[in-house]
């Protein structure tokens, strides 16, 4: 009951994230808005598809996907992989095609938690410029330097217009992501 529980209580907060009713989302999922409410209450198990079914009609993120089947008692259907993976290659190299023709320019790439995970030289030398040389294989968060009081601000004249806006991204992300 506990795993239908936390499943229902997800669907009911992906419902209400994204403004729907039930009557609205059981038409996008093409099921009935009576079993929608079960689903919701906890009153009926899901399966598979329908987990499936739902998180498309909500337009759930993959990771959010996973964490709905965990919920509903199904294993993950999306994998993690860490972009250095051999099955990568071709990703990497796309990224340091993009990278390399943004020269002099500075470019990153980051994650999903501003961790930069790579830049090129141009990136390499505005740091090294505003901040020093860092570390070999230091951990870089590009949030952590903006906010810190002493990385980036003391060279933003408009700081906090920018943390401003860059505060609203993240807020927007992490809704859409449904994560706090």
């Known amino acids: 009951m506990k795993s239908e529980a936390s499943f229902a209580s997800k669907l009911r907060w992906w419902r209400q994230q994204r403004g729907l009713s039930q009557l609205e989302l059981a038409g996008r999922a093409e099921i009935s808005q009576r079993h929608l409410s079960f689903l919701e209450r906890g009153r009926a198990q899901p399966s598979r598809e329908m987990v499936m079914r739902l998180a498309a009609a909500l337009d759930v993120p993959l ?12 294993a993950p259907l999306w ?18 095609y993009m990278l390399a023709q943004q020269e002099p320019f500075p470019a ?8 930069l995970l790579k830049s090129n030289v141009g990136a390499v030398r505005l740091v090294e410029f505003l901040v020093g040389p860092l570390a070999p294989n230091a951990a870089v968060n590009l949030a952590d330097a903006l906010v810190a009081p002493d990385v980036l601000r003391p060279f933003l004249v408009n700081w906090a217009d920018v943390v401003c806006y860059f505060i609203r991204s993240v807020e927007a992300d992490a809704a859409a992501d449904g994560m706090p």
């Open 63 to 74: 990771r959010q996907q996973n964490a709905l089947m965990l919920a509903a008692g199904f």
């Open 108 to 115: 990153v790439v980051v994650d999903r938690h501003w961790n």
């Open 79 to 96: 994998r993690e992989t860490a972009l250095a993976a051999p099955e990568l290659a071709h990703v990497m190299r796309a990224l340091d």
